[in-house]
């Protein structure tokens, strides 16, 4: 077998210790903690997806700015808060964003991008 030169060689520490992260991620992660989140996560897009008029959208999204808003505006204080009410909020505000963002899709790809088969699909 060829030596490769130092500099291409990986390093590969005889003990690794895990990352307080990865520990983190096995509890959150269990098998069954799995299966509710993607529900929930099916969930949010069957949400995401529904048709609304364009009144009951314009509140819809205007609350969710809103609390968004006022959750990023008040970043200094969740920072100071007990870490599971910081984890909701912080949890919160990504759902919002996300939501927010999924809707925005949704709309773009069904109301305003024209398209006849998979390809013009694809390409819009």
Not at 33 to 44: R, S
Not at 60 to 66: A, D, I, K, Q, Y
Not at 75 to 102: N, V, W, Y
Request: glycine share 2%; proline share 6%; aromatic share 14%.
């Amino acid at each position: 077998m060829e030596k490769l030169p130092l500099d291409l060689q990986l390093h590969i520490p005889s003990t690794v210790t895990p990352s307080p992260r990865y520990a983190i991620l096995r509890t959150v992660l269990s098998k069954s903690a799995l299966q509710i989140w993607f529900l929930l996560l099916l969930g949010f897009l069957w949400l995401a997806c529904l048709p609304l008029f364009s009144n009951t959208q314009t509140i819809l999204v205007s609350t969710m700015l809103g609390m968004l808003l006022l959750i990023m505006w008040n970043m200094k204080r969740i920072e100071k808060a007990p870490i599971p009410i910081a984890r909701f909020l912080l949890l919160l505000a990504i759902a919002l964003a996300a939501f927010i963002s999924l809707r925005y899709f949704f709309w773009r790809i069904n109301y305003t991008i024209s398209y006849h088969d998979l390809f013009s699909f694809i390409g819009a």
